[in-house]
């Protein structure tokens, strides 16, 4: 994990990178309620640009957070080149600045842009940018359990040609978002019988743009029924449950937790990786294996189905009341030791800097 110093240089780049500042003339910040935020609505003063052309990222620069210009032609228009990541900044009492395992945000990014035929962008830039975009907007970061900035990193494909085939242009892109919870309130999820997120051999793992935007419909259609999310199953079989919504699922079986591992379907997610590593810090039994919608409604009708919850970067965790499956709705009790309770409090006080952290995730930006 690189540090911040602006003269790391690391194995990415053979210079240290310079990146032009213009900074804004009038702040928003005034203009802002946080604590009346819509997550993802509300964005900060600055941005991150950075362009590849000719065979390497240059140009890299932080101005005022703005429109882009951006001809009709280009191919992310037409053949959906764009992947992103989700990360947050959190600010503890007494001002520090930390993120929560951002080494993990530019593997996985990287490893986005290489199924999409992206090039990948230097770590040590990234890493550069991130502070000195932070450093500017630091005072959007507001302390205190629930308060993050959400930080969106971002790469399309500019070049101007309709031919089917990559771009030979991209921008890497970073906006901040101040944020608090993502989900409130009671979370009701129905299990896919018939659509699928992603299939073997896909971008399922991908953070592509596209897979979100095919989870739309078949979202739209279980909130009709008064559901906020699907459970999606694989394509295949629609036998094993895999993700909830845009998060990874967990499912607690009696005292065990289950959890579907990774594969070319399934997003690996850094919350879900921190789950799994707090449930064995714990003593908790765990299981990653594939799990099937058979055996959880079984649990579920013989009382032995304890908690769902999903676990994703916005959501942290959320927490899930029932499901239906087969137009059958089962409910879940009310857990008074619920582990999705005991993993968001443990998660989010590392992420505040209000607990110990022995697994070094969290990093210290100023």
């Not at 979202?219 to 699907?230: D, I, M, P, W, Y």
């Amino acid at each position: 994990m690189p540090n911040f110093d602006p003269k790391y240089n690391s194995m990415s780049l053979t210079t240290t990178p310079v990146i032009s500042v213009e900074k804004t003339s009038q702040s928003k910040i005034e203009n802002v309620d946080f604590s009346n935020l819509v997550f993802g609505k509300v964005f900060t003063d600055h941005m991150f640009e950075c362009e590849f052309k000719n065979g390497h990222w240059q140009n890299a620069s932080i101005r005022p957070y703005g429109p882009l210009e951006i001809d009709p032609s280009a191919k992310v228009f037409h053949y959906g080149q764009a992947v992103f990541e989700g990360m947050k900044a959190y600010k503890d009492e007494d001002g520090s600045v930390f993120l929560f395992r951002p080494d993990e945000n530019i593997k996985r990014i990287n490893r986005s842009s290489k199924r999409l035929a992206i090039p990948e962008f230097p770590e040590e830039l990234f890493f550069q940018a991130l502070h000195q975009l932070i450093e500017l907007d630091k005072e959007w970061i507001k302390p205190g359990l629930g308060n993050s900035l959400y930080i969106r990193p971002f790469v399309i494909a500019t070049e101007n040609c309709v031919s089917a085939s990559p771009s030979d242009s991209y921008k890497f892109i970073i906006i901040l978002s101040p944020a608090q919870a993502y989900y409130t309130g009671e979370v009701k999820v129905v299990f896919a019988e018939k659509y699928s997120r992603a299939a073997d051999g896909g971008v399922g793992y991908a953070k592509a743009a596209g897979n979100y935007a095919a989870q739309f419909y078949p979202t739209n259609l279980a909130k009709e029924k008064g559901f906020q999310q699907v459970v999606w199953t694989d394509a295949n079989e629609h036998k094993y449950l895999e993700e909830a919504g845009t998060m990874n699922v967990f499912f607690r079986v009696n005292n065990t937790l289950l959890t579907a591992p990774t594969n070319d379907r399934i997003l690996d997610g850094v919350t879900r990786k921190s789950v799994i590593a707090l449930a064995r810090r714990n003593g908790v039994d765990l299981e990653v294996r594939p799990v099937t919608v058979d055996e959880i409604v079984t649990a579920a009708k013989q009382g032995h189905l304890k908690e769902i919850f999903g676990a994703g970067t916005a959501a942290v965790i959320s927490p899930v009341s029932g499901f239906s499956y087969k137009d059958i709705t089962y409910d879940l009790p009310l857990q008074e030791d619920s582990f999705a309770a005991k993993f968001k409090k443990e998660l989010t006080e590392i992420q505040h800097n209000l607990a110990e952290d022995p697994f070094g995730w969290r990093y210290k930006v100023m």
